[in-house]
């Protein structure tokens, strides 16, 4: 919705905005000294581009970041992910402000489950809890139980008794890793990750045998041919942890590319690949994350726009399930 060439934009309702930016402008000193001024903080999710990851103030997984907008005492949370990411930190904040750089950057998962249909879905399963992972929207959390991430969900579902029946959504790859991990038989709705899912066998294949030595890493979002090639499995903090503390000297990494810069800056002498995705397109990079830039971002934080505003009621329903995550976690140490 941003589009910096052009001097005026439209915020989706919430005005227009003059974005020239002096060519000159050290844009980094600047945000800098604006979250100063505001009392702003950047949380910033692992796929943003380097120069976004390199001012946050706080960059991690979708859990890390959930519990870093709980804690914060900043007047303004800039958040540098996608729609629903801010959205949880808004639900978490009602009385502060939380922007995102581009209110068009979406997720092809949480679009995957729209709340009226899963309604009526989830009708179908009246004794079921529902557990759903944070890549929803705000609706679809309002009509769950729990909510979960990719490095907490395997605790949460093994917190519940073995057998309380469960529907899982909205990802389908997750939850079959789930299931497999768990040995539970959770209802999967049917909705996934467009980047996750792009990934090709056969060239994994071809490039684990050019790089035998290397691990395979993959984040669960991934179909299950892919993860059964995988040396570990995990959360994008997951797979930074493990690229630093296992020894080997290459890591085939799938998931999306942005990861690979703090595993480039943790470790200098090791080597991180791509994992090829099936066409010979970008698409493993995730086209909503990538829709911010620092300069949507430095403007954000200078117009203090554009805003996540809810509806109070959807944000105190999806609140809830948010909060028994966030509670869960907690008391299991993660
Ligand atoms: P995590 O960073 O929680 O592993 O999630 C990955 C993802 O796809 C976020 O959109
Ligand atoms: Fe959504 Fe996939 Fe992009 Fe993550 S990588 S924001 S799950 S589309």
């Given at each position: 919705m941003v589009d910096i060439n052009s001097a005026i934009i439209n915020l989706n309702g919430q005005g227009f905005l003059d974005i020239s930016i002096d060519p000159g402008l050290d844009i980094f000193g600047e945000i800098e000294k604006l979250k100063k001024e505001k009392n702003a903080i950047i949380l910033a999710h692992y796929y943003q581009e380097p120069d976004i990851q390199d001012v946050a103030d706080f960059i991690g997984d979708s859990l890390g970041l959930a519990q870093e907008a709980q804690k914060?005492?900043?007047?303004i949370i800039v958040f540098a992910g996608v729609h629903f990411m801010a959205e949880t930190a808004k639900i978490l904040n009602p009385t502060k402000k939380v922007l995102l750089p581009?209110?068009?950057?979406?997720c092809s998962l949480s679009d995957s489950a729209p709340p009226v249909s899963f309604k009526k879905f989830k009708d179908k399963y009246p004794d079921y809890l529902v557990i759903s992972y944070i890549n929803c929207s705000a609706g679809i959390k309002a009509l769950s139980d729990i909510i979960c991430t990719s490095s907490n969900a395997q605790k949460i579902v093994e917190s519940?008794?073995?057998?309380q029946p469960i529907i899982f959504a909205p990802d389908k790859n997750l939850g079959t890793y789930i299931n497999k991990q768990t040995g539970r038989n959770m209802v999967l709705w049917n909705g996934a990750c467009m980047v996750h899912e792009i990934f090709s066998y056969k060239k994994l294949l071809q490039l684990k045998r050019k790089h035998p030595f290397a691990k395979i890493i993959a984040h669960p979002e991934c179909e299950t041919q892919i993860l059964s090639l995988a040396d570990y499995i995990g959360s994008t903090t997951g797979l930074l942890k493990f690229s630093r503390t296992?020894?080997?000297?290459e890591f085939i990494v799938v998931t999306e590319t942005g990861i690979l810069h703090q595993m480039q800056k943790a470790n200098p002498g090791k080597t991180f690949i791509p994992a090829p995705p099936?066409?010979?397109?970008?698409?493993?990079?995730?086209p909503h994350m990538k829709l911010n830039t620092l300069e949507k971002l430095y403007l954000c934080i200078k117009h203090e726009l554009p805003e996540i505003i809810m509806d109070e009621t959807i944000r105190m329903a999806a609140r809830k399930p948010i909060d028994r995550m966030l509670s869960i976690s907690a008391q299991l140490g993660l």
């Amino acid at each position: 919705m941003v589009d910096i060439n052009s001097a005026i934009i439209n915020l989706n309702g919430q005005g227009f905005l003059d974005i020239s930016i002096d060519p000159g402008l050290d844009i980094f000193g600047e945000i800098e000294k604006l979250k100063k001024e505001k009392n702003a903080i950047i949380l910033a999710h692992y796929y943003q581009e380097p120069d976004i990851q390199d001012v946050a103030d706080f960059i991690g997984d979708s859990l890390g970041l959930a519990q870093e907008a709980q804690k914060t005492t900043a007047d303004i949370i800039v958040f540098a992910g996608v729609h629903f990411m801010a959205e949880t930190a808004k639900i978490l904040n009602p009385t502060k402000k939380v922007l995102l750089p581009d209110l068009n950057a979406g997720c092809s998962l949480s679009d995957s489950a729209p709340p009226v249909s899963f309604k009526k879905f989830k009708d179908k399963y009246p004794d079921y809890l529902v557990i759903s992972y944070i890549n929803c929207s705000a609706g679809i959390k309002a009509l769950s139980d729990i909510i979960c991430t990719s490095s907490n969900a395997q605790k949460i579902v093994e917190s519940l008794p073995k057998d309380q029946p469960i529907i899982f959504a909205p990802d389908k790859n997750l939850g079959t890793y789930i299931n497999k991990q768990t040995g539970r038989n959770m209802v999967l709705w049917n909705g996934a990750c467009m980047v996750h899912e792009i990934f090709s066998y056969k060239k994994l294949l071809q490039l684990k045998r050019k790089h035998p030595f290397a691990k395979i890493i993959a984040h669960p979002e991934c179909e299950t041919q892919i993860l059964s090639l995988a040396d570990y499995i995990g959360s994008t903090t997951g797979l930074l942890k493990f690229s630093r503390t296992n020894d080997a000297k290459e890591f085939i990494v799938v998931t999306e590319t942005g990861i690979l810069h703090q595993m480039q800056k943790a470790n200098p002498g090791k080597t991180f690949i791509p994992a090829p995705p099936e066409n010979n397109c970008a698409c493993n990079d995730c086209p909503h994350m990538k829709l911010n830039t620092l300069e949507k971002l430095y403007l954000c934080i200078k117009h203090e726009l554009p805003e996540i505003i809810m509806d109070e009621t959807i944000r105190m329903a999806a609140r809830k399930p948010i909060d028994r995550m966030l509670s869960i976690s907690a008391q299991l140490g993660l």
